[in-house]
């Protein structure tokens, strides 16, 4: 893979995608290539053969997918599993007719079944049943496991499917009803310290940014109706569960580099797939005790046990992609710094 290579980056406005985009133009790749959802629909079929017969990339990040949490999933099940299996199908199977010289699919680690050895190992998929929640987003991802897999082995392909697990970093989701943890608790933090400084002013405009806050969250910062704050002193932060359950997590700009290191891998590495983390997990007290540094709050935590805490345990093992010779670089606390810095710009802007 060199500079001057075409690569497509499918889904180049979200979180994972944009980390890829950011990564290659910083090492000077010129020839990228983008298109929104609005402008390329990838669950269209011949819009993406098309798409991919003019274009003619030499390499393919799939970082396009209809992603959401757990209400989102429970509720629309079919959306979920449509999109997803339309989107990777359409992509791999025209990658591998333009003769795509490699291709990163991106899964997640919900493919696992529910109750998994811990750390999770690539053996583990359909090794038993998967957690029912998110269970359709799960199997068409299990599908472009598969499909990448019978791909290289009928045809020759080089695509490599990626598990990630839990990432963040800039392009997260700070919208408290729909962000994962580690957004959830820089914005919580990040609000308190206001709210402790009698900011109403900070609030609304943190509130105009990035949507509402739930009324147990304004319950605990002791905000009004008009996002005014009634008490500085009495001001917490509220946290979901008990703060036990163990986390890995991973910052966005380590799995991008993953996904361009699997596409430097030479003829002699057989793609496979591939789980993608640190390998190392935290309490989510711990973890909330790293954002607590990290924002500068000093105030009181409130651990919310009428919450539900999820599975006790979840971290891959990551021997495979260490075998590589891939390694994470960004710290947990250096991470949280940089997404607290990007939550702080977008504010700003
Ligand atoms: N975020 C995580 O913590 C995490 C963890 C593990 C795995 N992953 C995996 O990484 C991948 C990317 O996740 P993400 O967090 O980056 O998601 P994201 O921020 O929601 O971005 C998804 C992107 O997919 C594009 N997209 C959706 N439907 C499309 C369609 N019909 N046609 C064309 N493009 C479409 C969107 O493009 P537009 O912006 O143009 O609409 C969007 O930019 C997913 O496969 C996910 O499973 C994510």
């Given at each position: 893979m060199n500079q001057s290579d075409t690569v497509y980056?499918?889904?180049h406005r979200g979180m994972v995608g944009s980390a890829c985009r950011r990564l290659l133009e910083s090492r000077g790749y010129e020839n990228l290539v983008f298109r929104t959802s609005q402008e390329l629909d990838l669950t269209r079929q011949a819009e993406v053969e098309s798409f991919l017969s003019e274009t003619r990339p030499?390499?393919?990040i799939l970082a396009a997918a209809k992603v959401g949490g757990i209400l989102?999933?429970?509720?629309?099940p079919a959306e979920f599993i449509h999109t997803n299996l339309a989107i990777q199908t359409n992509v791999l199977h025209a990658a591998y007719q333009q003769g795509v010289r490699g291709l990163v699919f991106l899964g997640s680690s919900c493919i696992y079944p529910k109750y998994c050895p811990q750390p999770i190992r690539e053996e583990s998929l359909l090794t038993s049943e998967l957690e029912t929640t998110n269970e359709?987003?799960?199997v068409a991802?299990?599908?472009g496991v598969m499909m990448c897999r019978h791909y290289n082995a009928q045809y020759g392909t080089r695509f490599w499917p990626l598990m990630p697990t839990n990432l963040y970093g800039d392009n997260d989701t700070f919208d408290l009803q729909k962000s994962h943890v580690v957004p959830a608790m820089i914005r919580k933090f990040h609000l308190a310290g206001l709210a402790a400084a009698g900011n109403s002013a900070g609030i609304r405009k943190d509130a105009a940014r990035f949507g509402p806050i739930p009324p147990d969250i304004r319950e605990s910062l002791t905000l009004n109706d008009d996002w005014s704050v009634q008490n500085p002193d009495a001001v917490a932060v509220r946290?979901?569960?008990?703060?036990t359950p163990r986390r890995?997590?991973?910052h966005v700009d380590d799995l991008a580099r993953a996904c361009v290191h699997v596409l430097e891998q030479t003829g002699e590495a057989e793609p496979m797939l591939l789980n993608v983390g640190t390998g190392e997990d935290m309490t989510i007290a711990e973890l909330a005790e790293t954002v607590r540094r990290v924002v500068g709050f000093e105030g009181p935590v409130i651990w919310d046990d009428s919450k539900p805490d999820g599975t006790p345990r979840k971290v891959l093992d990551v021997s495979k992609l260490r075998e590589t010779g891939f390694a994470p670089a960004i710290p947990l606390e250096e991470g949280l710094t940089r997404s607290y810095?990007?939550?702080l710009a977008q504010i700003e802007n």
């Open positions: 980056i499918a889904g030499d390499y393919v989102a999933n429970a509720t629309r359709a987003y799960a991802k299990i599908a946290l979901w569960g008990t703060g890995e997590l991973m810095a990007w939550y």
